[in-house]
């Protein structure tokens, strides 16, 4: 069974810095590629951040420059690094992983930045 836990989240003031993590377990073969999405209140998740198996990314333009998405294959892990926080990147914040067509999501983790 595959699982993945985020972990990461809380509360930040503007302009300041967390880094999520997504750790990965269970049976996976082969993995086509993981992301990040968020969900803000009374709004619909949304793509952050996305790495293929091919360490390709591709980032939301509303986090260019300030959210990183990285990966480390040795310990099952998929990260986040988020810079330079402004409110409105207030939201839950979801893993997603894409085994070829099965899609698993983690059970969110709450990021809230302050004004």
């Known amino acids: 069974q595959v699982q993945l836990v985020e972990s990461g989240g809380g509360l930040v003031q503007a302009g300041g810095s967390l880094r999520l993590s997504c750790a990965v377990s269970?049976?996976?073969?082969?993995?086509?590629?993981m992301a990040w999405y968020r969900q803000p209140p009374g709004k619909q998740r949304e793509l952050v951040a996305r790495i293929t198996r091919s360490r390709s990314t591709n980032y939301a333009d509303s986090v260019k420059g300030r959210f990183t998405i990285s990966g480390d294959n040795a310990k099952n892990t998929l990260y986040l690094q988020m810079n330079s926080l402004k409110p409105e990147d207030t939201a839950v914040y979801y893993c997603n992983l894409d085994v070829f067509g099965l899609v698993y999501w983690g059970q969110g983790t709450q990021v809230t930045v302050s004004s």
């Open positions: 269970g049976s996976i073969f082969s993995i086509n590629a």
